[in-house]
Every structure is written in structure tokens, then in C-alpha cells.
């Protein structure tokens, strides 16, 4: 194969070729008896789907599987277009999938030291996707020999235990090949992870942990009350005032009352039945706008020393954390 075309290579045509589409990545597979295997992965839109939780289905913002195609095309084609610049190397040659492309050059088992509470390490999840195409993997010639290859690795998918998604299969299959079997391939976009906004998502079911009080109580952080507690709490911060005095302020700038709950201590309460934030909420949303030493500086006058903390919240004395 002329133009220095291996596995793995990106190729695009300029104005489009035989059955290659203009502004199209496809990726360079084989070349066997005649015939250049190409593949393309289509990123789908993400499409909004709720989830079952243990306080009602909740709307969750899924980023889809991306769908890989394989494509056949005569090898004198191929290397016809490749002659006359019909078919060209793309600019840039990606290492790792196009969905993980912020991921290139960073050290990805380092994500696995971070979550050490993880109930599965990426990298297990790696070594599960290889277990699964293992004997696709083996049997590759034989596989794209055929008249269908898709339909040996859909069927393979069907026959494991548990039973494998398709499409996810048939990725995992073609990315590993086409990047040269390389495990990090396979890893998951994790830089993804948590780019969904609430806020564009609004819900009548209550989010978050259930309330002991019935896992329908209470209500959900809307733009306008975020934004409320956070210019609250930017007028209302000084030296002395801890966080729990200032929601309590905050609670009553907005209608709340108090009243004595069954346990004797204090809950709040909105006598017209308004939306309101629990202390929990309330912190969070600060935690979110100011850095933690902003809020120390700020409620308590000084900057902390590292590796202290206070004795008690009314009493801003450091000690070294040991204490």
C-alpha cells in the first residue's frame, strides 16, 4: 500500500470519492484479496432519557455510542484515488478515537488513583471489553472474510454472559483494531463525565438523597433561588458569622418560619408553601461560587493555617488538625 496507508491511518477525500463522503474520517483497517477495509465512527447527538432512582425517574442527558461503519472499497480504487490526491492522510493523525480526544497525551491510569471508592476501576472496565473481543480479535481474518462481518460480531454479542450491547461490541471490535490494539482505546470518555446542567433540565421530581421525611420533600434548586443564595451570602459574609447563622438569615429573609420539629430541634417552614433550600443546598451553592479559602477569610478574618482546622464553629481558634 503506497502513501505510507497502515493500520490505523486516517484518510479523508477532499471532494468526496467512490463511496467516500467529503469532510468524512475513515480509518484504515486491511487490505486483503482486492479489497481496502475502511471504518467510520458516526457520533450521534446526545438525547435526553430519564433513569430510575430511588426518589422517581430522573432526566438524564446521555452522550450515545458512537456507531461504527465498516466499508469496503476495491483496493485499485483505493490506490487510484490515493495517486491522483482524490484520497489524502488527514491533517491530523488522532492517537485515540476522536470521543477521547481529550484525552490524548494525559495519563489516564492516574484517573484510576483518584477513585479509590470506585466500585470498578477503569481500567477493569478495559480489561472486561478485551475479554469480550478476544476471540473476534483472533478470528479477524476470517470475520472480514465474510459477507457480513457485522453480523458475526452482533452474534458473538448475543452469546455472552451477560448478553453484550451490539453497537457498543462492534466499537470496541473496530476501535481496538484500527488503533492498533491499543487498550487506552477503549477507555471511557471520562472527561465527560458530569458536563450536564440541572438548570437546563427542569424537574417535578424531587433530585437528590431522600429525605427522612419522604423522598417526594422538599423541592429542587431552581436558577433564581442559586442565585438568590449566592448574592445573599456575598452581602451578608463577615468576621464571626458562620454559614449556619446566614442561612438562618436567609431562611427568614425569604418568609420562612421556624417551628420545633418532632425530635425538638428546629425545621423551617414557608407558610404560602413557596420553594425553599435546606442548609445542605444553601452550603453547597456557596461552596460552588466561593473557594474555600475566600470563605475562611471571609467568616472568620484571617487566612487559616495549613493543616488546621477550629475547635468549634462559634469558637475560630485553630489548632493543627491532629487535635
Known amino acids: 500500500m503506497s502513501a505510507g496507508i497502515s493500520i490505523g491511518t486516517q484518510v479523508v477525500a477532499p471532494d468526496g470519492y467512490r463511496a467516500l463522503e467529503r469532510g468524512v474520517t475513515y480509518y484504515f483497517l486491511k487490505s486483503a484479496s482486492g479489497t481496502v477495509y475502511l471504518v467510520e465512527f458516526v457520533e450521534r447527538p446526545a438525547r435526553q432519557t430519564t433513569r430510575k432512582r430511588p426518589n422517581g425517574r430522573l432526566p438524564v442527558q446521555q452522550v450515545p455510542t458512537p456507531v461504527p461503519y465498516l466499508l469496503q472499497i476495491p483496493r485499485e480504487d483505493f490506490e487510484s484515488g490515493l495517486l491522483d490526491g482524490r484520497i489524502v492522510r488527514a491533517e491530523h493523525q488522532h492517537l485515540l478515537p476522536p470521543w477521547l480526544d481529550e484525552l490524548e497525551g494525559r495519563n489516564l491510569d492516574s484517573f484510576d488513583a483518584r477513585r479509590r471508592s470506585a466500585r470498578l476501576s477503569h481500567s477493569a472496565r478495559v480489561n472486561r471489553k478485551l475479554e469480550l473481543i478476544d476471540p473476534l480479535v483472533r478470528g479477524v481474518n476470517e ?31 473496530y476501535t481496538y483494531l484500527v488503533f492498533g490494539r491499543n487498550p487506552l482505546a477503549l477507555h471511557y470518555p471520562i472527561h465527560r463525565i458530569g458536563h450536564w446542567s440541572r438548570a437546563d433540565h427542569p424537574s417535578q421530581v424531587k433530585r437528590g438523597s431522600p429525605s427522612y421525611k419522604g423522598k417526594g420533600h422538599g423541592h429542587n434548586a ?9 448574592d445573599y ?11 449556619g447563622d446566614i442561612y438562618s438569615d436567609f431562611m427568614t429573609e425569604i418568609g420562612c418560619l421556624e417551628r420545633e420539629g418532632p425530635h425538638g430541634y428546629l425545621t ?13 443546598m444553601f452550603k453547597y451553592y456557596v461552596r460552588q461560587s466561593f473557594s474555600r479559602e475566600q ?16 475547635v468549634s464553629r462559634t469558637n475560630p481558634v485553630f489548632l493543627p488538625a491532629i487535635f
Open 222 to 230: 431552581t436558577p433564581e433561588m442559586i442565585e438568590q443564595i449566592i
Open 143 to 173: 470475520i472480514l472474510a465474510a459477507n457480513n462481518p457485522d453480523q458475526i460480531i452482533n452474534a458473538h454479542a448475543r452469546r455472552c454472559k451477560p448478553r453484550q450491547n451490539e453497537t457498543r461490541l462492534r466499537l470496541a471490535f
Open 268 to 280: 423551617y417552614w414557608h407558610p404560602r408553601g413557596l420553594p425553599f433550600p435546606t442548609e445542605d
Open 233 to 243: 451570602y456575598a452581602r451578608k459574609v463577615r468576621p464571626g458569622k458562620g454559614m
Open 295 to 310: 470563605i475562611q477569610v471571609e467568616s472568620i478574618g484571617c487566612q487559616v493555617p495549613a493543616g488546621c482546622k477550629p
